[in-house]
């Protein structure tokens, strides 16, 4: 079971996308997991053949526990040990010479009921039947179930209509399995990461107009966004400030040579997740916003892949259309950084000698003090502002 975060610690399996015996290539997806972030793809990474699965549907596994055994090519198949053959003439046990006989009880007088005492017949049990779909369901809804009216075993179809026995008062619904993920990772963030913020405003008028201009003449699906605009000019900046790139793990900074970027995506049915988009920094615009569409769309309908959850190496948060003129985000552990945008507004402002309306934004920055400084972040915001004055290099 792979680490998906640094708050996971368990997942339970739900598919199996791979029989025994079958053939599997380094990048297969064999599984989905459910966690608290929703259903997680996972992949091999190994060449080889699938022997045995090592957990059952419907298990829930703790972070490096095995899932499956594979094989490699050439490899051996592990055998389970043979149990022992029995003796077709086993030696007949010695009888003994004297067996000590054992006195024979003596009866024991029945002792007759007396007329106050009554034995009482077992309660029936009060708590009603549920599937564990519905169990699950009403857990996260904080539905509760004696509200719940059922011939017979409680599904998921009385949950989504429910026909309450009685009124009764409404109890307070229970922190979802996402939020207290979130709690968790950002409670350990707060309380282990020295975080550092800084601030930029930010022209965005002329990566505005390279939008426009890019999508004059482009179908609805092909259109970029200045979301993979972002992404770009933020994944540029960090071929130069590398130490805002990587990990911290084990009192160590692990740069990364490539930019993984992680894209905060809010999730319809409440909660944030951030999955990366790999390799941002050697990808053309278009494949860019073309993976952040995947990305996003996959996201919301929970389907990611492992690799996407655990291996992010920064990451960008925008609340473009919710009207926040600046955010300062908390740094995901084990990373080092995160770069926020807000909402683009117009401004008047100074151009060219002129006062005239600009698309401005706050660009903002969460860092760690044990890796980077403000000095150094502030040549990073820069970096990205240089960028984005000049969209048609990206």
Known sequence: MPSLGADMEAGTLVEQLVQPGEPVKRGDVIAAVETQKGTIEIEVFQDGTLQEWLVDLGTK?????????????????????????????????????????????KPIEPTPPQPQQQRSSPKP??????????????????????????????????????????????????????????????????????????????????????????????????RLLLGAVYARALAKALSKYTEFNGHYIDDAFHQSGAVHLGFAVNIRGGGLIAPALFDAEAKPIEDLMTDLRDLVERARTGRLRARELSEATITLTSLGDRGVDQLYGVIYPPQVAIVGLGTPRLQPAVHDGEVAPRLTSSLTLSADHRVSDGHRGALFLKAIDKNLQRPEQL
Do not use: C, W
């Open 125 to 222: 049990d009060s708590r009603p039947r549920i599937t564990p779909a519905a169990r699950r369901r009403a857990a996260q809804q904080g539905i509760d179930l004696s509200s719940i009216a059922s011939k017979g075993t409680i599904t998921l179809a009385d949950l989504e209509s429910p026909t309450p026995k009685a009124a009764a008062t409404p109890k307070p619904a229970p922190v979802s399995s996402m939020r207290s993920a979130i709690a968790s990772a950002m409670s350990r963030s707060n309380r282990e990461i020295p975080h550092y913020y800084l601030s930029h405003a930010v022209d965005l008028t002329a990566a505005d107009d390279f939008v426009t201009r890019f999508n004059a003449d482009r179908a609805p699906q092909d």
């Open 61 to 105: 596994v703790d972070v490096g526990a095995p899932l499956a055994t594979i094989l490699a090519e050439g490899e051996a198949t592990t055998e389970p040990a043979p149990e022992p053959t029995p003796n077709p003439n086993p030696t007949p046990a010695p009888k003994p010479e004297h067996v000590a006989q054992e006195p024979e009880p």
